[in-house]
């Protein structure tokens, strides 16, 4: 019947699996959300129980529903165990001269916050790979065909079978390393070792590694065209490594002469309450550019794997069978909009990648990390201005329309413009002669 799930049709046992396991998942998450309230379900573990059996419910919807053979989604699984096998070996090998010390205050407060940011990672990759994996690019054949594809089968897997493994497998080790990270995050025991000997890091990297290559093999079907998208990788590295550079220059002009007086204890003292000051406003830009990142990340990803227009969906008129319609239709505005959409994905990532509390060098770490927050934030600039670019080459089809969106972003700016001079007007502060008059 029209409007029936194609897969219940084709193999009613993968979609009943497929379709059981996500409930589990969504059902699971919902009363977590609605339990979290209640304080004797938090202190007896009720709670994380909820959300490990949430994660293996996503586990086994992924494998069932993003292949169609048993032998694929056994190994999309093993992905899974692989992961946490390899973190378990890390710690085992990185920590075999530790020696347990009681954390103070700042290593907890430190160890916390990386915890957080990489929460913030799984969630980003596990909500963009779970969909992509779902639906791929290039859609699903609607109907059997006399080359023995069967409906619900992905197109890409058929026209490019390499491009189609590459995508699906990048897509499907970053998904498991994400959910993955998100268990050994739950248990206190175990992200503590995991985040010291930085082995949830490696996770992390590999994962947006491959969240990379599975953009590049599922956005186009040219290789060179995949190509052209690392190579915006190297554009966005050498933005940042500009912007840097511009900053670090600026800083040596400014400063003329160092300061050698000797402090007081008191002066010590205020310095200390300065530098904590500081350091809580790092973390928060450290935070919302995590978010802007996560933010263009998921977004672009999935405008890039399912372009404006849609893709063909049958092989006809030499038109090939997965290839974005837009492509054909109106060429220069598709290439504006993908590589403005590719661009603003890659420099999320670096962006995030360069929030990685290990990267900076020991000396002067703080002026390296001051500078480095300013690049990102231009970078994040450039990559909201890229996503917009790219929103207004694929959200229509004439460029009267884009010309307009582009226009919205000056109106906009206009009308904060004027409420700020209307705020500082009308807030003004009264001067020293009109209140001592009152």
Partial sequence: MAGDPILLTTNARRYKAFFYCNSVAFVASLVAIVLVQTDILVRHHVLEAAMILDLFGLIGAYAAGSCRDVKTSIYAIALAGAVLVYVVIHIVFFTLDHEDKKDDDKANQLLEKRRKRLLLFAILAATITYQAGLTPPGGFLLQDDKLGHHAG????????????????????????????????????????????????????????????????AGSTQHLKTSIYIFLLVGAALLVAAGLLLVFLLKKNDSDSAAQHTEQNQEMKEKKEVEENKEERKKHERRKYLMLLGILVASVAYQAGLKPP??????????????????????????????????????????????????????????????????????????????????????????????????????????????????????????????????
Wanted: hydrophobic content about 50%; glycine content about 4%; aromatic content about 14%.
């Fill in 153 to 216: 089968d992905p197109v890409l897997l058929f026209n490019y079978p390499l491009r189609y493994k590459v995508f699906f497998y990048c897509n499907s080790v970053s998904f498991m390393l994400s959910i993955s990270l998100t268990i050994l995050l739950v248990n206190h025991n175990l992200y503590r070792p995991a985040i010291r000997s930085n082995a949830l890091f490696v996770c992390m990297v590999v994962g947006l590694l491959c969240l990379m290559v599975a953009y590049a």
């Fill in 309 to 438: 227009g849609g893709a063909w969906q049958s092989s006809e008129n030499g038109y090939e069978a997965g290839d974005p319609v837009m492509h054909d239709n109106r060429r220069p505005r598709y290439l504006i909009f993908f590589y403005s959409n590719s661009f603003s994905f890659m420099a999320s990532i670096v962006v995030i990648m360069m929030l990685l509390p290990h990267w900076l060098p020991n000396k002067n770490k703080e002026e390296w990390e001051k500078w480095s927050l300013r690049v990102m934030n231009w970078t994040i600039l450039l990559d909201l201005f890229t996503l917009l670019v790219s929103y207004a080459a694929g959200s229509n089809r004439q460029w009267k329309t884009s010309v307009y969106v582009v226009a919205l972003i000056f109106a906009v700016l206009v009308y904060f413009a004027i409420h700020m001079t209307l705020s500082c007007t009308v807030c003004r502060p009264k001067s020293p002669q009109s209140s001592s008059e009152v």
